[in-house]
């Protein structure tokens, strides 16, 4: 079953790419027409691509590891961090730090720096601080919240990256495809698909647009978190049941090995 339809795009918007002279070449395979200017996107590809990377991503999940999702522009933002956090994903949403995935070592420093800040707080290290240096450490803490914080839980480097506007967020794409990285991005008619792995050919302007296509992704993502969970009690389930069956054998073992002493014993009176 797909996981989105031709008319749920096309009432997002998502066929609405950008003006004519302002398009990519490459993106020529993907544009099914020109109306007054404009490029329009053809939905059906869009609707593969979507459930293409759907179930990469589901797959990703389902092994545990994690997916980055970067989306600066302002109608992004507030729908990349409501959905990446209900699929417990980490995200970008503020200015991308340079280095983040080549120089990854030092970013998590800076994150850790947020924790020893928060336990120095706690345990009164910093109560005989002056109120100008306590305003200082406070205003360090929250702007490293602001941009780290919602990557505080990613001890790693994510097993893929998933961008809105690959034109905007052109430095993390680099990053990515210099460490070898998947790609999956929304890509509209005037950015360049080249450098991605896993294309999904969308208007990435309008939040509507956006919040389609990431909510048919986050779907599939929790799909495969529900799979993994339910392999891992299947597996406990197993190991406790050969455990059990191991007991059982060993306990018949030793009711045996005493009957047989027990025979001995009167043989030998």
Known sequence: MSRTNFDQLLEAGCHFGH?????????????????????IIDLHKTV??????????????????????VATKKQAKSVVAELATSVNMPYVIERWPGGMLTNFPTIRKAVKKMSTIDKLIADGTYSNLSKRELLQVTRQRAKLEKNLGSI??????????FVVDVLKEQIAVREANRLGIPVFAIVDTN??????DFV???????????????????AAITEGLEERKVEKADADAAANSQKDGNDVEDDAEEAEEAEAAETEEEVAE
């Open 191 to 196: 950015s360049n698909p080249d450098n991605v």
């Open 200 to 218: 999904i050919p969308a208007n990435d302007d309008a939040s509507k647009s956006i919040e389609v296509i990431l909510g048919a992704c986050c």
């Open 48 to 69: 593969a691509r979507v459930d293409e990377a759907a179930e990469a991503m589901k797959q990703i999940a389902k092994s545990g590891k994690k997916i980055l999702f």
């Open 19 to 39: 003006l004519k002279r302002k398009w990519n070449p490459a993106m020529a395979p993907y544009i099914f027409m020109e109306r007054n200017g404009i490029h």
């Open 152 to 161: 505080a839980d990613l001890n790693r480097l994510p097993s893929a990256l």
